[in-house]
């Protein structure tokens, strides 16, 4: 066998012919295969030819192939919320609308979720993991309520505290008095009956406004992050790679890589908006395609990953995640008469001829319609006459 620094002498010295990723794979199995030198460069040579032969043609049509690639086989996703693998609590959107919530780019997915790792001090101790997701979980005074009654005639709003929900929150009855303290425009008075009930007369005659308030006293603001509503910790790894991680309902990305004990190197949620704001553009990228892949591998579909990297470059590459549809991606195109084959084909026409636009016929859609030839695609690409070779006479 040979020395491992040899083999990657060998295998590195073709940097400029394969890539990288494809150079650590040889290495890989030349470890598992054993090979001599000689099987080893006869092994590179032919993985060379094998690449060359499989990248894509000059002139391929790789959007639309990349179009059919995704499309075909999300005829056969399933429509379906399904349950969080092994966690009854969450609902997660998986199948085809969580694919169409990816190409539209929606602000906030309908189950946003956040995977929130622990740095090196907190990863390991299930008691400290707990403590960083107390400082996440959003908690409110309905959290750590056990009784609420609303006195119309007193305008009185009482609420019974839960010892053991305080304790678990890790709050105190001064922090459910303090919240109530510093409603905006409060009137009345606060104070506790017992050691677990307070009262809150808020002097408010008006019916509905004391309904109001009485809602409002409700989602009052205990401790946590706003938007992450609930958290589980989950148990991952094995052996000595075993750590604790948290996987939170909701999404407020910035706030949560601001908390003393995340990993904000691994953290990352679902909401591609969101990562695209705090993160950058690049990052979005990834979570684009790491979501479409995870999407159509959980439904069984194996796509090329080429074919979803097309889609989140499509929707990326202005610096700005676009959504695919008439607003983003389709709806964006230099020619009027390919806007006008994607949906609302009379506003987009009529526009174009009210501001005197021009189609150079540049791309493959618009040259159909005219029945332009050749259109601009594989051999239609070049203009290319034959030289005839010449026969001298005689």
């Not at 470890?31 to 002139?59: H, T």
């Not at 790491?290 to 579909?301: A, D, F, I, P, Y």
Request: glycine fraction near 6%; include cysteine.
């Amino acid at each position: 066998m040979i020395d491992e620094n040899i083999v990657k002498n060998i295998v590195y010295s073709y940097h400029d012919k394969l890539p990288e990723k494809i150079l650590d794979k040889i290495i890989e199995i030349v470890r598992k295969e054993q090979l001599s030198e000689k099987e080893l460069i006869a092994f590179i040579e032919e993985c060379i030819k094998e690449y060359n032969e499989a990248l894509v043609e000059p002139g391929e049509a790789v959007g639309m192939v990349a179009a059919q690639s995704i499309g075909e086989p999300s005829t056969q996703m399933t429509l379906r919320t399904f349950h969080f693998a092994g966690v009854r609590e969450f609902n997660i959107t998986l199948g085809l609308p969580r694919l169409i919530e990816i190409v539209d780019a929606r602000k906030s997915p309908s189950t946003p979720i956040t995977y929130i790792y622990l740095d090196k001090k907190h990863r390991y101790d299930e008691e400290k993991a707990k403590e960083v997701a107390r400082r996440i979980e959003l908690t409110t005074i309905e959290n750590v309520a056990s009784e609420w009654e609303l006195d119309y005639l007193t305008s009185t709003i009482i609420i019974k505290l839960d010892p053991e929900m305080l304790a678990d929150k890790g709050v105190s009855t001064k922090d459910v008095i303090k919240a109530i303290n510093k409603i905006k425009g409060k009137k009345g008075r606060v104070y506790m009956k017992d050691d677990y009930t307070v009262v809150y007369e808020t002097e408010i005659t008006d019916m509905s406004k004391l309904r109001r308030m009485y809602d409002r006293v409700k989602d009052l603001r205990l401790k946590g992050i706003k938007g992450i509503k609930k958290i589980i910790l989950r148990k991952i790894g094995e052996g000595e790679k075993t750590e604790y991680m948290l996987i939170a309902e909701g999404s407020n990305f910035a706030a949560v890589l601001s908390i003393e004990g995340v990993d904000y190197t691994r953290t990352i949620t679902n909401n591609i908006v969101e990562v695209a704001e705090v993160l950058g553009i690049e990052a979005a990228r990834k979570v684009i395609i790491k979501e479409m892949q995870e999407v159509l591998s959980e439904q069984g579909l194996d796509v090329d990953i080429r074919h979803i990297m097309l889609v989140a470059d499509a929707m990326t590459y202005t610096g700005h995640v676009r959504q695919v549809g008439r607003h983003g991606v389709a709806g964006e195109k230099t020619s009027p008469l390919a806007r006008a084959t994607f949906e609302v084909t009379v506003k987009h026409l009529t526009d174009a001829a009210i501001h005197g636009e021009i189609d150079r016929l540049a791309g493959v859609v618009e040259n159909v319609i005219v029945g332009s030839m050749p259109v601009p695609m594989g051999t239609g690409m070049v203009e290319l006459l034959m030289v005839f070779p010449v026969k001298k006479k005689g």
